[in-house]
């Protein structure tokens, strides 16, 4: 990703273990250009649940996620 100029890396003048990455503006342009062909994706897969299955999927998804940010939080 660094060679197509997506992201930049940077080491910590502290410590040089620690490499810093952000998303330059072309990898912002590529994620923006992909986010309706994944939504269109989505939306094909999922189009068979009802709207309150769609609702309770979202939750459970959104639980997932806060356990994941929770754990990453406290290393």
């Given at each position: 990703m660094e060679s197509r100029g997506l992201i930049a890396r940077a080491r910590?003048?502290?410590d040089r273990r620690v490499v810093k990455t952000r998303i330059t503006a072309?990898?912002?342009?590529?994620?923006?250009?992909?986010?309706?062909?994944?939504?269109?994706?989505?939306?094909?897969?999922?189009?068979?649940?009802?709207?309150?299955q769609l609702r309770q999927l979202s939750k459970l998804l959104d639980r997932a996620r806060e356990q994941v940010e929770e754990a990453h939080s406290q290393d």
């Open positions: 910590e003048a502290q072309e990898g912002l342009r590529l994620l923006h250009e992909l986010d309706q062909p994944v939504h269109e994706l989505h939306r094909r897969q999922l189009r068979h649940l009802p709207a309150k």
